[in-house]
């Protein structure tokens, strides 16, 4: 197990490029098995998460390369529809193999995934799209078995209790494209990568019309062409490295920081006092802000709101702020596990249901911290990088699954970050 330790109080200055994004690179892979022939996909990011993708195409009989950094060629000539546990529970996202296989094979057999800290993560709007393909599903032993050999075009609403679902409109468009008919889906997601999923398989001839609005329109064709696609980049990692300026002073620019895709973000952005300059359509500049913070109060809602992506990064930062601001999490309501971390480093936050109060500002202290999901992860090693005195933060592997050397990329921007093989922490700090 690896940690990282972090002496905090250093000013960031310099430049950082943001990657291309874990949650579209996921869906893209999974959507090369939609055809026989060559896929090239660029900008890809070097995470867990998406070597581990890698690993489970290989497992359906796909061939995968990795010619240069960033490119992964797919040539998926034969399939075969068994997703095995034991692969699932190691990544819920795999979930986004369930449409491209329903699409190229016309079944699926997968198993259901777990939940995890942050929610129950069901997918019931999964199985009610493929439903209204006319899909026949059946559940045995954890496993969905998925036989789609009369489906047709159909029409579904993807709204859930939260809005609509991001993986579940990719899997729904990936079984669509292939399935003889015209299917409509209201209520999709319209997350920039969903969008690039959805570019990406019209470039590979499948007929979708209404992209990145709340109606597609898929339209089946007989079969997909290999294609050439670039990742679209990481808005969640554009944010994540803005934040971490604004709150440890000096100035850095962010390349890849699409202001088209960050709005919500870049309004609370603003309202909370960051100092920032849209550069240009890919470019942001952002000074530290620490000591002009203001409270704000944001709500998470599928875009284009404000991501609960973000949420946990946010959080960080408002603990700096001067007053009370509120986050209510309505896309995940448990997604406060980096509240009680945060909290043993000095910071004043209470969570009552789907909200959280924080009341700032308050100076953060260093402290050995438990990370326990990807996002929380990202949000106490930006306390750490602000707290007075040394922050361990344990259980890194969170942090690799969407973070491609965070640490390297923060200690060149002037951060103090090392990652240490777990037995360095001082045995009286160690959480476990
Ligand atoms: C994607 O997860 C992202 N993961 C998540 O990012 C992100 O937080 C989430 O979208 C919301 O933006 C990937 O893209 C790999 P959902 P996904 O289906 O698709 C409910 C990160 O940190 N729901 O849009 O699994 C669900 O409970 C990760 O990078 C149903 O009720 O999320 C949740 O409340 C974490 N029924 C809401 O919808 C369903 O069938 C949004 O879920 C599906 C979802």
Not at 47 to 67: C, K, N, Q, W, Y
Not at 160 to 187: K, R
Not at 351 to 367: K, M, N, Q
Not at 396 to 408: A, K, P, T, V
Request: glycine share 10%; net charge neutral; proline share 5%.
């Amino acid at each position: 197990m690896e940690v990282f330790r972090i002496q905090g109080g250093r000013a960031l200055n310099g430049e950082v490029r943001v990657n291309g994004a874990k949650n579209a690179a996921l869906p893209l892979l999974a959507a090369t098995l939609l055809t026989r022939e060559t896929c090239v996909l660029r900008n890809v990011p070097d995470l867990s998460d998406v070597r581990f993708m890698i690993e489970i195409l290989r497992h359906h009989g796909a061939r995968v390369e990795t010619p240069a950094p960033g490119v992964v060629s797919v040539t998926a000539e034969s399939v075969h529809p068994h997703t095995p546990y034991e692969l699932v529970k190691k990544m819920r996202a795999s979930i986004c193999l369930l449409g491209p296989l329903v699409g190229r094979l016309k079944m699926a057999d997968i198993a259901q995934p777990g939940g995890c800290v942050i929610g129950t993560r069901p997918i019931d709007l999964h199985l009610k799209g493929l439903s209204r393909l006319g899909c026949t599903m059946t559940q045995h032993a954890g496993y969905i078995t998925v036989d789609a050999t009369n489906a047709r075009g159909g029409r579904v609403f993807l709204g859930g209790p939260s809005g609509s679902t991001v993986t579940g409109t990719s899997n729904l468009v990936m079984a669509a494209v292939l399935t003889p008919g015209v299917t409509v889906i209201d209520c999709a997601a319209c997350e920039p990568e969903v969008v690039d999923v959805c570019v990406m398989l019209s470039r590979m001839g499948a007929k979708i019309e209404g992209l990145g609005g709340p109606t597609l329109r898929i339209t089946g064709v007989e079969s997909l062409r290999g294609v050439t696609h670039e990742v679209v980049s990481d808005r969640i990692e554009a944010g994540t490295y803005a934040i971490a300026a604004a709150m440890s002073g000096g100035e850095i620019v962010v390349r890849g920081a699409k202001a088209d895709h960050l709005g919500a973000f870049l309004d609370k952005f603003e309202e909370a006092g960051a100092d920032f300059d849209i550069l240009d359509a890919d470019t942001l500049r952002v000074r530290g802000s620490a000591g002009r913070l203001k409270p704000v109060d944001i709500t998470t809602l599928p875009h284009p709101s404000f991501p609960t992506d973000l949420q946990a990064q946010f959080t960080a930062m408002l603990t700096l702020a001067g007053g009370a601001s509120t986050i209510t999490e309505r896309i995940y309501p448990n997604r406060f596990m980096h509240v009680p971390e945060l909290n043993r480093m000095g910071a004043n936050i209470a969570v009552e249901g789907p909200c959280a109060v924080i009341r700032g500002a308050t100076a953060l202290s260093g402290a050995p911290v438990m990370a326990s999901d990807l996002r929380a992860s990202a949000a106490l090693i930006l306390a750490g990088l602000v707290a007075r005195g040394e922050t361990w933060v344990q259980r890194i592997y969170h942090l690799d699954r969407g973070y491609e050397r965070f640490d390297e990329r923060l200690a060149a921007l002037g951060a103090s970050v090392e990652r240490l093989r777990q037995s360095a922490m001082p045995a009286d700090l160690r959480g476990e």
